[in-house]
């Protein structure tokens, strides 16, 4: 009995002194780490305790999150999202808005980077790249009045068509051109700072494969479509999966920034309706909050459907 | 199956504009030497020179040192690198501006190169499939490549699920399933263990029974040199050293670089010798002591008109006898390897390396610290001359 009591003892000491050890070996990483933990931890998981939110009648600043003025009310500010006369509207907008911009987006920087790669001169490609990252720098507000300069009333696209004859338009205020400046805008900006990713995956592609398909007899094309495009499937993938997770998480800062009376029937999404609920006019921010949760959860149940479909298929997922 | 033909190929790697600038800062002069690169104001010269002819279904071994061209020569034939002059015959074809695809060569390369999204049977039917080999044909061919090495088993899997060297075999594979004119191999066993090596080795001997066509063969291990080519051509710097037989390289090597480089452990060398004449026959004082040199030793040096002075004379390990009556020399290590005997001997300012064999050899005779008699036979001694580090007989 001594003797099992004092080798079970061992065991643990032993199990203790390798922990240790470890955490000993890797004290510089953790320590490195610690930052982004803080981060994560401050910004991402504390904010979630505010969910409860939702769940209040009517929650003011100032109130107690876990002790409700106006009390406890389950699911009714989700119920009353699902009854309200807004709703299908708001979904129809934000998930055309996001698919749209997914369907073209997604392959645009893939499409970019085997290009790019594909390239003869290596300066030609670096200059390339530079000329593409550029967009992503410039601002959302500075955007929004780029697209004023080019597509409002008196900008460049209507004088043009003006010179040819015809007549001036508002783009901003027709639901029809929302969409499509939105979508292209976006992608305009950030085509090219997506592909470094792609670039990066395809930079270590053995030169020794294109080589081979060189005696094999494959052309530039053939080599793009059986060297490159193979060597950059798990990293496509990977970003399928976090692209379509966050697919409903489209922001609230561009939409309301191109919105105005005429395009509002589909530049309303639900991102907009929370900042307009919660923070705007007629202010309900238990109710913005249920609409916030609520978005959240379908982008989780996206996430892990695409992570499922993925693990499935092509045996890249991030769990 | 074909013959080869290069003649005077040259390949020099342009000076980039920025290397270009440096150069003009920094110097003037034309034609300067860096490590084992020659640097000219076209660019750095990593081939010069080369002529050679091969024949139908020989296997020709290019074999030096890193950095030495042959790499960069076989990429020349396989159209991966531009030849900068000269001219490239596959057949009575000038192939020098032909696409690689249309040389009708294939290559295996040092890393496999395989496709690593495909199986083995996509990885070896891809060149037939872009050739758009009908494919009943393209199942029988690679199956029949498959069957020469051994894979069948693997045609299913991808190439991470195989081993190295069965990756090697795949990649092997992938070559011959398009019964190329010629194949071409760049240092195909280097990644592999020595105990695989080997085993490739002899399958790569039993393959070309197998396949008749040309070989190039790339390696920087002499021993896959003379165990495999038919001939070998030995290169360093850019230039062809000798073209020859193993025989013949092992033989009667053309320089001191040679005789250097074949032949493991490497030939000894004696470096303050000297080459005398007296009543017109030639001698050579090695280590304090003249030697005679055989009537065809005489015979090449007469013919070579070489004047007596410095020579470094160069005999094999294995040439080297226990001798008693012989020079003197102080066991340094001993290397005990089952048939035989390496000892490490350091005699005056020279170490040298003497192979005995251990049949019937007290062993307690040659520990580490004991001195020992040795010698070796004139007709198995090389002349280098000291200038030219040409063989003299």
Known sequence: MTTAKASAELVSRSRGSKAFRRLRENSPF???LFPAVVIVFLFNYLPIYGVLIAFHKDFVPGDSILNPVGGWVGLQNFKNFFEDVQFWPLMRNTFLLCIIGFVVGFPLPIIVSLMLNATRGRRTAKILQTIFNGPHFISLVVLIGMLNIFFGHYGLVNNIKESLGGERTQYFLQESAFRPMYI?????????????IYIAALSNVDPGQHEAAILDGASRFQRVIHVDLPAIMPMVSLMLIMSIGGLMGVGYEKAFLMQTDGNLGVSELISTYVYRKGILNDTNQSYATAIGLFNSIIN???????????????????? | MATLTLKNIKKVYPNTERTT?????????????????????????????????????????????????????????AGLE?????????????????????????????????????????????????????????????????????????????PKALSGGQRQRVAIGRAIVRSPQVLLMDEPLSNLDAKLRNQMRAEIIKLRQKINTTFIYVTHDQTEAMTLGD??????????????????????????????????PQMNF?????????????????????????????????????KPGHVIVGVRPVHMRIDPNGFIGKIEVSEMMGSELHLH??????????????????????????TIGFSFSPDLMHLFDPETTNNLI
């Open chain 1, 30 to 32: 953790l320590v490195m």
């Open chain 2, 21 to 77: 600038k440096k150069r003009k800062k920094k110097t003037d002069e034309p034609v300067k030497e860096k490590a084992n690169l020659q640097i000219t104001d076209e660019g750095v010269v990593a081939v010069q020179e080369f002529s050679l002819d091969i024949a139908d279904r020989e296997f020709i071994v290019l074999v030096g040192p890193s950095g030495c061209g042959k790499s960069t020569t076989l990429r020349m034939v």
């Open chain 2, 270 to 306: 004696f470096n303050d010798c000297q080459l005398t004449l007296e009543g017109g026959k030639y001698a050579v004082t090695v280590l304090g002591t003249s030697i005679p040199l055989t009537d065809e030793q005489q015979a090449k040096l007469k013919a070579n008109n070489c």
């Open chain 2, 82 to 158: 531009e030849i900068s002059d000269g001219e490239l015959y596959i057949g009575d074809r000038l192939v020098n501006d032909v696409a690689p695809k249309d040389r009708d060569i294939a290559m295996v390369f040092q890393n496999y190169a395989l496709y690593p999204h495909m199986s083995v049977y996509d990885n070896m039917a891809f060149s037939l499939k872009l050739q758009k080999v009908p494919k009943d044909e393209i199942r029988q061919k690679v199956e029949e490549a498959a069957r020469i090495l051994d894979i069948t088993q693997y045609l299913d899997r991808k």
């Open chain 1, 300 to 319: 989780v149940v996206l996430l892990i459907i695409a992570n499922t479909t993925s693990k499935k298929f092509s045996n890249n997922s991030l769990w």
């Open chain 2, 231 to 264: 001939r070998i051509v030995i290169m360093k710097d850019g230039f062809i050293q000798q073209i020859g037989t193993p025989q013949e390289v092992f033989g009667h090597p053309n320089n001191l670089f040679v005789a250097g480089f074949i032949g493991t």
């Open chain 2, 345 to 370: 001997l350091s005699v005056g300012d020279s170490d040298i390396v003497a192979i005995i064999p251990t049949v019937g050899l007290n062993l307690s005779d040659y520990a580490i610290g004991k």
């Open chain 1, 184 to 196: 292209l805008s976006s992608n305009w900006q950030d085509f090219g700072w997506s592909a470094i």
